[in-house]
């Protein structure tokens, strides 16, 4: 099959994607609301550009970011290095993380609402500051996460075990935490498993798992994102009791 068929392919499916979305606006639009969508050439314009936006995304997926993270894996897998491979995991949470539009925008939000506030300096160095704090934070949160979950693999350790006791450490913290860093705590949680970590944290397990003799890819192979997901509640709240009691 040749690139313009699987790019074609690829931009059908992510045109597919979409149709549930367009079906609940248009819906609410005609029998709710009663109007057309105001700027309507200006909207159809913007679907064209979200389809070609998904389908390159998606495209690009499959030819880059799935083969590199599953063949460092096994590469570094293979080589026998569990230093390099722990390093390479931490890199691979935080610099993925730290890319994540999806959290820089939550940070940015957060440092607005917070000076807003009064619970910083209403200023452009305070924000940014802020701001960038939280993205530190749960950057590194998300690293050792990856880190953990890579031990796991080579360990063999059950994932419920972790799971239940890092909710059960949430759940603790979040009694003392300030009232203001909660939600953006939980928040982080799910931002940091957007479109560029997943991918190759996902890749990264399964390539692990395949070469360890003994792991099964679909039993061992995933699990690191709920690691991804529930380290970030931990350190942000951790961070909120630290700086902003």
Do not use: C
């Amino acid at each position: 099959m040749s690139a313009i068929t699987k790019l074609l392919q690829a931009m059908l499916s992510s045109f597919k994607d979409l149709i549930p979305i367009i079906l609940v606006v248009s819906f609410f639009e005609i029998f709710v609301l009663h109007q057309a969508p105001a700027e309507l050439g200006s909207i159809l314009i913007g679907v064209v550009f979200i389809v070609l936006g998904l389908t390159f995304f998606v495209f690009g997926l499959e030819m880059g970011l799935f083969p590199i993270g599953e063949s460092l894996a096994e590469a570094l897998a293979r080589k026998g290095s569990v230093f390099w491979l722990v390093i390479f995991s931490f890199s691979l949470g935080f610099g993925t993380t730290l890319a994540e539009p999806a959290l820089t925008a939550v940070a940015n939000e957060a440092a607005q609402v917070a000076a807003n506030a009064g619970a910083i300096e209403s200023n452009k160095q305070s924000m940014s500051s802020y701001a960038m704090g939280l993205r530190l934070t749960v950057a590194v949160s998300v690293g050792l996460a990856i880190l953990l979950g890579v031990i796991r693999i080579l360990k063999g350790w059950p994932i419920h075990y972790l799971i239940i006791g890092g909710y059960v450490l949430v759940m603790i913290l979040t009694s003392f935490a300030p009232a203001n860093i909660i939600g953006i705590a939980y928040d982080s949680g799910g931002v940091t498993t957007s479109t560029i970590t997943v991918p190759l944290v996902t890749a990264l397990g399964v390539g692990l798992a395949s070469v360890i003799k003994g792991r099964n890819p679909m039993v061992d192979g995933f699990g690191l994102i709920a690691f991804a997901s529930l380290s970030p509640m931990i350190f942000v709240l951790l961070y909120g009791m630290v700086f902003l009691q």
